[in-house]
T-cell receptor, first 116, second 114 residues
Framework: AQSVTQLGSHVSVSEGALVLLRCNYSSSVPPYLFWYVQYPNQGLQLLLKYTSAATLVKGINGFEAEFKKSETSFHLTKPSAHMSDAAEYFCAVSENEAGTASKLTFGTGTRLQVTL | NAGVTQTPKFQVLKTGQSMTLQCAQDMNHEYMSWYRQDPGMGLRLIHYSVGAGITDQGEVPNGYNVSRSTTEDFPLRLLSAAPSQTSVYFC?????????????FGEGSWLTVV
């Protein structure tokens, strides 16, 4: 079984400040991990994904995430927040098992607010 | 560059009515799926398909039917709508059913059951 926990349903940062969104996962097999962003009234857009290559993954819009197996974490960071980063962010896990169809399990989401 | 297209975008149903949410993708993707999004619960998988003629249940399949007669289309049917099915529904697709592939989402269908 797999699960995702996102700590903090709402995070508020000032423009230019560090963004840190937390994600911890649980998986019985090696995981694939994803971060998606959702802007109001829109679908989900992939920010980045970890697929067992480099543990530090760089994504779009300046975001990156580091896979830490010992901590079962995949936190999302961005050095300097921009107003356009305000959105809801979802962490998701899928089990890395050959021949298994993808079944994403999502966290409950973190809404990022960026203030002036 | 349509990607994953869902219709309708908004729908209000009365309890007991039936309807179909349409989903089409033009990327020749093998894998398609339906999720529902509820406040505070993230997205949950309803049904998925790994190819034409092949479907399977996800985490919350009750009250929903699917079929996959073509590669492009994956409609979601509500046979007898209930207020608990009020939600935002997302169709998604991926080149391959394998877990590491990027899944692309449609823009969502907002359904209210009264």
């Amino acid at each position: 079984a797999q699960s995702v926990t996102q700590l903090g349903s709402h995070v508020s940062v000032s423009e230019g400040a560090l963004v840190l969104l937390r994600c911890n996962y649980s998986s019985s097999v090696p995981p694939y991990l994803f971060w998606y962003v959702q802007y109001p009234n829109q679908g989900l857009q992939l920010l980045l994904k970890y697929t067992s290559a480099a543990t530090l993954v760089k994504g779009i819009n300046g975001f990156e995430a580091e896979f830490k197996k010992s901590e079962t974490s995949f936190h999302l960071t961005k050095p300097s927040a921009h107003m356009s980063d305000a959105a809801e962010y979802f962490c998701a896990v899928s089990e890395n098992e050959a021949g298994t169809a993808s079944k994403l399990t999502f966290g409950t989401g973190t809404r990022l607010q960026v203030t002036l | 560059n349509a990607g994953v297209t869902q219709t309708p975008k908004f729908q209000v149903l009365k309890t007991g009515q039936s309807m179909t949410l349409q989903c089409a993708q033009d990327m020749n993707h093998e894998y398609m799926s339906w999720y529902r999004q509820d406040p505070g619960m993230g997205l949950r998988l309803i049904h998925y398909s790994v190819g034409a003629g092949i479907t399977d249940q996800g985490e919350v399949p009750n009250g929903y039917n699917v079929s996959r007669s073509t590669t492009e289309d994956f409609p979601l049917r509500l046979l007898s709508a209930a207020p608990s099915q009020t939600s935002v529904y997302f169709c998604a697709s991926s080149y391959s059913f394998s877990s590491g592939n990027t899944i692309y989402f449609g823009e969502g269908s907002w359904l209210t059951v009264v």
